[in-house]
């Protein structure tokens, strides 16, 4: 267990269920409200001050996006969830961003966790967690930090683009959970590049020292985007399955083609894990190949050597009585004996291509 997550899991030890404690690490994130208010012939967009500024859209007909950004505001939360009677395990559930991507049914509303993710700029995976409340006539989400994936939802909402402004906040929570699992495609064409790149650079041999550190960087990658992926399929067919009023049946078809998205996305993460485990292979399998190469020339030149060593050595003993060391052209002789050999062994190992 890496340390950061067992620091997150001290800070719930001993608590009271229902605690609203953030287990984030960036505590000085200031807090951002946004509300989109609209129906089909009206919009308004505002920036709100404070949490009491939401709660006069709660009880409007029209349908009312609120977006939260700062989790580390426990106080604040805790107001907005007091207002719009979010039971205490929610909140909990809010601002402990170890969750892994769920839904629950409550009377009232439905509250659904996911992740966010994204690359940052040192192309290091990011994993945020988003969490949000869909009531009768409006849609809470609650963020870490600013920055997101909502911009052309944003931008649907204020040009009355599509069917966002017709239709009911179910559709609203569709439109935003679906640019959630549409980024998801860019995540998974920046690693599948990632390993595509690696893997022709084992083929072409230029393998760098770091290289078994790069494939347990990408093993990581893909099971951090496992994890926060493969848990929504769930959520998904729970909606699907769903009885409430909250989600509409004429909806339901929409959040199928979520799911038909995550399908896809899900294929990919499963054909890119493999193929990591095969570039862990391919680069194990290289690696022995050179160095397979490199003792073969080893062998081949002590192949060589073995001989004209053994006559060196024959020749080179301190024996008074050796009949070729009184010869006038023995150390000639010796020195031909010699090149023959060295030059034979080379064209055997030439035609026998081992050179």
């Given at each position: 267990m890496s340390r950061k997550r067992v620091y997150r899991s001290k800070k719930k030890l001993g608590q009271i269920p229902g605690s609203v404690v953030y287990t984030g690490e960036r505590t000085t994130n200031k807090l951002f409200l946004e509300a989109f208010d609209y129906t089909s012939k009206n919009c308004t967009e505002k920036e709100l001050d404070t949490v009491e500024d939401s709660f006069e859209f709660k009880h409007t007909d029209s349908v009312t996006w609120i977006n939260i950004n700062g989790l580390n505001h426990v106080t604040e939360i805790e107001k907005l969830g007091k207002h719009y009677d979010l039971h205490p395990l929610v909140l909990e559930d809010i601002v402990n961003i170890a969750q892994r991507p769920k839904i629950d049914e409550y009377e009232d509303y439905i509250f659904v966790v996911l992740k966010m993710l994204y690359y940052d700029k040192s192309q290091h995976i990011v994993s945020e967690q988003v969490s949000f409340v869909l009531g009768k006539n409006y849609v809470l989400s609650f963020q870490e930090s600013e920055g997101d994936v909502f911009d052309a939802v944003r931008n649907r909402i204020r040009q009355a683009k599509g069917r966002v402004r017709n239709l009911q906040a179910d559709y609203l929570l569709y439109t935003l959970i679906d640019a959630i699992v549409d980024?998801?495609?860019?995540?998974?064409?920046?690693?599948?590049?990632?390993?595509?790149?690696?893997?022709?650079?084992?083929?072409?041999?230029?393998?760098?020292?770091?290289?078994?550190?790069?494939?347990?960087?990408?093993?990581?990658?893909?099971?951090?985007?496992?994890?926060?992926?493969?848990?929504?399929?769930?959520?998904?067919?729970?909606?699907?399955?769903?009885?409430?009023?909250?989600?509409?049946?004429?909806?339901?078809?929409?959040?199928?083609?979520?799911?038909?998205?995550?399908?896809?996305?899900?294929?990919?993460?499963?054909?890119?894990?493999?193929?990591?485990w095969s570039l862990m292979d391919m680069y194990?399998?290289?690696?022995?190949?050179?160095?397979?190469?490199?003792?073969?020339?080893?062998?081949?030149?002590?192949?060589?050597?073995?001989p004209?060593?053994?006559?060196?050595?024959?020749?080179?003993?301190?024996?008074?009585?050796?009949?070729?060391?009184?010869?006038?052209?023995?150390?000639?002789?010796?020195?031909?004996?010699?090149?023959?050999?060295?030059?034979?062994?080379?064209?055997?190992?030439?035609?026998?291509?081992?050179?």
């Open positions: 980024h998801y495609f860019g995540v998974i064409e920046v690693l599948g590049d990632k390993i595509e790149d690696f893997e022709t650079e084992i083929f072409s041999g230029h393998i760098e020292d770091d290289a078994s550190r790069k494939i347990q960087e990408l093993k990581r990658e893909i099971l951090r985007v496992r994890r926060a992926i493969f848990p929504l399929r769930e959520v998904l067919n729970r909606i699907d399955k769903n009885e409430t009023d909250l989600i509409q049946q004429k909806t339901i078809t929409y959040y199928r083609d979520i799911y038909d998205h995550l399908i896809q996305v899900t294929e990919n993460i499963d054909i890119y894990r493999e193929m990591i194990m399998t290289t690696i022995s190949n050179k160095m397979n190469e490199v003792m073969k020339v080893l062998t081949i030149m002590a192949s060589i050597f073995i004209l060593t053994f006559i060196a050595g024959v020749y080179g003993m301190n024996f008074q009585h050796m009949p070729e060391l009184q010869s006038k052209y023995g150390y000639y002789i010796v020195w031909a004996v010699m090149i023959v050999i060295f030059v034979g062994l080379i064209y055997y190992f030439k035609r026998k291509k081992w050179l």
